[in-house]
């Protein structure tokens, strides 16, 4: 089964590849600072100083994230990741989406092992069938969705710590703790806190045994490992960028309490979504879950429930929601539909009438039409392709872009100094004419 899965991953990666030729620009919210933050990186070997604008002639505003210069908007981790693909494959959108192709394989493999190691391989094999056809996890590995990059890794390493509490084998318990403690840690540097969802499921996990001082020794030893892993990069951010790591911080915790850049939805936002991007299956997997975790030997599905339900009612109540911000439930939703299929299949009431069949195969039905859905990305302006190809053969040393329709585009593929989407006024057009050249692209 596991070399079938195997098959599942590879095939996953090429869909995804195919998807993302067909998207030859870096897509708009958000990959677009995502490549551009990760590109400069990468080519000045900055690793500790994260920039979007590298070179910004004018003004920056640090509570502006969209225009400053040291970028903070998110964690150091999936920067440093693309970067080091960039570094290997060049700046091109292969290079920036390679990462998030591979982690969304690495997870659909993840996927099975701790759903086979919770329930059975058939439950694992339907998790990773469901997930190397999801929709979102397409559209979100190349880009076309907001968050993407981001959530991903995110997803990617919460996968890693799952697999490391469900389905690892080691002899020493400290060092397996230490292992979640660590990789924790990692997705923090990914995308903060929600990260320790994980540890909450861990200890639902582990108090099966009954034995709570135990599992608070180890709790204490996850805790501390993931806070050595991302303090000292919190540490040095603030010392050495102080304003504008206060500033990030200030406007993360905005999307808490305020509407931030029209993502403004109701409670029932990501449970609508849910529905949309897992199938109607979902429904019937959470109350599996439910009322199995009611039941003798409750403790796998309580760390399922607790791994989906908690980020679920947290963001529900968030002013700004947007659906990536639970993806990193995903693995956990598939295995929870796997579990769902399988029982489905088995129960001998059900799978010997058609009924029982036609409810097995309609599991499948929206997760394969979004499936198809995501195979056919929104259109890019063939116009905007041209025109980067254009500059791309001039000499653009020195050159500074005003009025672009792409100026993040054009400063991840273009040598410009820098690229803007507005035109300042004539006094600051002649003192950079001055010392650079100086582009006004016509309206």
């Given amino acids: 089964m596991?070399?079938?899965?195997?098959?599942?991953?590879?095939?996953?990666?090429?869909?995804?590849?195919?998807?993302?030729?067909?998207?030859?620009l870096?897509?708009?919210?958000?990959?677009?600072?995502?490549?551009?933050?990760?590109?400069?990186?990468?080519?000045?070997?900055?690793?500790?100083?994260?920039?979007?604008?590298?070179?910004?002639?004018?003004?920056?505003?640090?509570?502006?994230?969209?225009?400053?210069?040291?970028?903070?908007?998110k964690q150091p981790l999936p920067f440093w990741t693309i970067g080091s693909s960039i570094h290997f494959f060049g700046r091109s959108t292969f290079g920036v989406?390679?990462?998030?192709?591979?982690?969304?394989?690495?997870?659909?493999?993840?996927?099975f092992l701790i759903g086979r190691s919770l329930f059975d391989e058939g439950s694992g094999f339907y998790a990773a069938l469901l997930f190397s056809i999801h929709g979102l996890s397409n559209e979100l590995s190349i880009g076309v969705e907001a968050t993407d990059h981001i959530d991903?890794?995110?997803?990617?390493?919460?996968?890693?710590?799952?697999?490391?509490v469900t389905a690892s084998k080691m002899r020493s318990r400290y060092l397996k703790c230490a292992l979640i403690?660590?990789?924790?840690?990692?997705?923090?540097l990914v995308k903060w806190l929600p990260a320790y969802t994980i540890l909450l499921a861990y200890i639902a996990f582990e108090l099966r045994n009954g034995k709570f001082l135990n599992v608070l020794l180890e709790t204490a030893i996850i805790a501390v490992c993931?806070?050595?892993?991302?303090?000292?990069?919190?540490?040095?951010?603030?010392?050495?960028?102080?304003?504008?790591?206060?500033?990030?911080?200030a406007h993360n915790f905005q999307h808490i309490t305020?509407?931030?850049e029209g993502h403004e939805n109701g409670y029932l936002f990501f449970l609508d979504k849910s529905i949309y991007n897992y199938g109607e299956i979902w429904i019937l997997s959470i109350g599996l879950l439910i009322y199995y975790a009611t039941k003798s030997n409750p403790e796998r599905y309580r760390f399922l429930l607790l791994w989906i339900i908690v980020p679920l009612i947290f963001f529900s109540f968030v002013a700004t929601k947007m659906q990536g911000y639970v993806y990193f439930t995903a693995p956990a939703i598939f295995i929870a539909s796997g579990v769902a299929l399988k029982a489905i299949y088995d129960w001998k009431k059900w799978h010997r009438l058609p009924i029982?069949?036609?409810?097995?195969?309609?599991?499948?039905?929206?997760?394969?039409?979004?499936f198809y859905e995501s195979l056919h990305p929104r259109e890019h302006d063939e116009n905007l392709v041209a025109r980067l190809q254009t500059l791309k053969n001039s000499d653009l040393d020195r050159t500074v872009i005003f009025n672009s329709p792409t100026p993040y585009n054009d400063m991840f593929f273009l040598n410009v100094v820098a690229s803007y989407d507005y035109v300042p006024d004539q006094r600051t057009l002649d003192s950079l004419r001055s010392v650079y050249t100086v582009i006004v692209e016509e309206e």
């Fill in 181 to 188: 403690g660590v990789t924790i840690g990692l997705a923090v």
């Fill in 152 to 164: 991903v890794h995110f997803m990617f390493w919460i996968a890693v710590a799952a697999y490391l």
């Fill in 226 to 249: 993931s806070v050595i892993v991302w303090l000292p990069w919190q540490i040095y951010a603030y010392t050495s960028f102080p304003e504008v790591y206060l500033a990030t911080q």
């Fill in 26 to 73: 870096l897509n708009d919210w958000d990959e677009r600072y995502h490549g551009v933050v990760a590109s400069n990186i990468s080519e000045d070997h900055l690793w500790l100083r994260p920039t979007l604008y590298q070179n910004p002639v004018l003004r920056t505003d640090v509570g502006v994230w969209s225009r400053s210069h040291v970028w903070m908007h």
């Fill in 258 to 260: 305020q509407y931030l």
């Fill in 2 to 24: 596991k070399y079938l899965v195997l098959i599942l991953c590879l095939l996953s990666a090429l869909i995804k590849i195919h998807i993302s030729n067909q998207q030859p």
């Fill in 97 to 111: 989406r390679l990462p998030s192709i591979l982690m969304v394989s690495m997870a659909i493999f993840l996927t």
């Fill in 356 to 370: 029982g069949k036609l409810l097995f195969i309609l599991g499948f039905v929206s997760p394969i039409v979004h």
